[in-house]
């Protein structure tokens, strides 16, 4: 049986991209340097990407015809600072226009100010291990920030920092490729210092904005005998929400889950559907479990914003579906009085993912490899219906 059920007025619907992800040619930073490293787990080059770095313009437009209310982007800090103290003015005037366009068409710029890519230069001076470069963070949000006040509708710090210490410096598979824990450790406590830092920053220049912190959440379930290992998985996790808590808000970016035995991940479970190109299960009921939590351990303390959650998918009705569940574990957290601001899914284009290239396809929005075209999928339409109504019908299956 179908409810339709209203999501509170103001409730804020969006759609997110990151600067390397969709720009391309991004020559300055540590990714593309780990993208042609003989070696590296990278599937492929990132290359142009989406060209938006060139269509940017196209893809506030293609925003605005989703009816969407905000669109979360991140600036690219090689493009801006290519080499320690040379400041790229061009670069950020782009920046500054994109979120004119998007203010034109009363869409809320959410700006992220480092979406896992660091320069080139800084990585060669030891990265996110060093602890300096939590000030040459902060230095770079003060210049951005200073810029790009006028169009910031909300910022984000720093994106999923949990996972850059872990993929980074401890699992190997994210640039530098370093394995050792007790550095990802250290690493957390930088970024820790960087955010904390970034936030001064920022609220200098745009002392209204509400700034935050995204963090990367999984839904980590124990198995029998499993609740030691559900402990330690969720230790960094507590990290960044402890270090975040009372922020304007957290954004909360999660997936699937993970059950956990003795010995940790037991894997996908029988009966569970499995996305094929990212290897985890179909779990979209990981959001409300993850929300709960963040909530539960910062005590309420900031609001929360879905900033990250979706589905890499062939199959777009494989897409509506998982987010039509999200959704509804959406509305049971508000329906408890947990303060959800506005959901975002990731990601508007189908776009570069990381060591996995392009074969996974999160995007609202498919692009052709060749020409660039944006052409909205199914998926697109019907979130947009959402939006416009701000509700959702709650029961129903696709």
Known sequence: METKRRFPQGFDWGTATAAHQI?????????????HTPGSPCAESSGDACDSWQRG????????????????????WSRIEPAE?????????????IGEALLERDITPVVTFHHFTTPQWLAARGGWSEP????????FCDVAARELAPVLGRACTINEPNMVAFMAYEFGTFPPGHTDADEARRVDDVFADAHRRAVDAIKQHAPDVPVGLTVAMMDYQAAEGGEA??????????????????????????????????????????????????????????????????WERTHGRSRLYVTENGLAADDDEDRIRYVQRAL??????????????????????????????YTPRFGLVEVDRTTFERRPKESARWLR?????????????H
């Open 229 to 294: 290992a559900c402990a330690a998985a969720r230790a960094t996790e507590d990290h960044y929400l402890d270090a975040a808590a009372g922020d304007d808000f957290i954004g909360i970016q999660t997936y699937s889950r993970m059950l956990m035995g003795p010995n940790g991940w037991l894997g996908p479970q029988p009966g569970v559907p499995v996305v094929e190109t990212m290897f985890y299960e179909f779990w979209p009921e990981a959001l409300e479990a993850t929300l709960r939590r963040a």
């Open 132 to 139: 300096s470069t939590a000030d040459a963070f902060a230095r």
């Open 85 to 97: 103290g040379e400041w790229s003015r061009a670069a950020l005037l782009h920046y500054r226009r």
């Open 328 to 357: 509804e574990g959406v509305l049971r957290c508000l329906d408890d009085g947990i303060d959800v601001g506005g959901y975002t899914y990731w990601s508007l284009l189908d776009n570069f993912e990381w060591a996995f290239g």
């Open 23 to 35: 720009e391309g040619a991004n020559v300055n930073n540590d990714w593309w340097a780990w993208e």
């Open 57 to 76: 313009f196209d893809d506030v437009a293609v925003v605005a015809d989703l009816g969407l209310t905000s669109y979360r982007f991140s600036i690219e």
């Open 385 to 397: 219906a959402i939006a416009q109504s701000n509700t959702l019908d709650v029961g129903a299956r």
